[in-house]
Antibody, heavy 122, light 107 residues
């Protein structure tokens, strides 16, 4: 069955960096687009980034553009989110999620990990 | 950016009752709308995609309708496990966005 396990969260000072990982199993990782979505404490859901199934494109929400980088290592079945210049408003649970269909980059995350908490605080 | 507005923000109902949740888009999203359920401490769960298609394993009591700017999620008869927060989400163009959520609570 599809499994997504995030790691790498923690407490970090403003301006510092953190790299999140999402280990995937139970499906052909290279064939799927992958998402990072975050949720600030007590708030709603916000897309962070998306990696096209074929690697041809990456999307970022404006608030993280230039600071965050999404990447995908198909040999390790792992999705990454490199987060630089972190701000207090980046504090959230970060979820990775798999696109619903293979060879599809249309924006329906159907399988989600349990999330990893990132706290940006001095 | 397309803004999704969900109503009501809170819904208080009893098990067995019908729940009707609304999602309105600031511009047309065609049928590119999904619904998710989230329980406390859990990840979101896809219920409905492309306005009216149930995701794998979703019970038939969940149904979605609408197109353009107005969408509805209906839970025909609430089960105890259905009390949660529900989000709508569009994929019409980037940035994809979520609504602010509707909390369905036990009356």
């Amino acid at each position: 069955q599809v499994q997504l396990v995030e790691s790498g969260g923690g407490v970090v000072q403003p301006g510092r960096s953190l790299r999140l990982s999402c280990a995937a199993s139970g499906f052909t990782f290279s064939s799927y687009g992958m998402h990072w979505v975050r949720q600030a404490p007590g708030k709603g859901l916000e897309w962070v980034a998306f990696f096209w199934y074929d690697g041809s494109n990456k999307y970022y929400v404006d608030s993280v553009k230039g600071r965050f980088t999404i990447s995908k290592d198909n040999s390790k079945n792992t999705l990454y989110l490199q987060m630089n210049s972190l701000r207090a408003e980046d504090t959230a649970v970060y979820y990775c999620a798999r696109e619903r269909n293979y060879y599809d980059s249309s924006g329906t995350p159907a399988y989600w990990g349990q999330g990893t908490l990132v706290t940006v605080s001095s | 950016e397309i803004v999704l507005t969900q109503s009501p923000a809170n819904l208080s109902l009893s098990p067995g009752e019908r729940a009707t949740l609304s999602c309105r888009a600031s511009q047309s999203v065609s049928s590119y709308l999904a619904w998710y359920q989230q329980k406390p401490g859990q990840a979101p769960r896809l219920l409905i995609y492309d306005a009216s298609n149930r995701a794998t394993g979703i019970p038939a009591r969940f149904s979605g309708s609408g197109s353009g700017t107005d969408f509805t999620l209906t839970i025909s008869s609430l089960e105890p496990e259905d009390f949660a927060v529900y989000y709508c989400q569009h994929r019409s163009n980037w940035p994809w966005t979520f609504g602010q959520g509707t909390k369905v609570a036990i009356k």
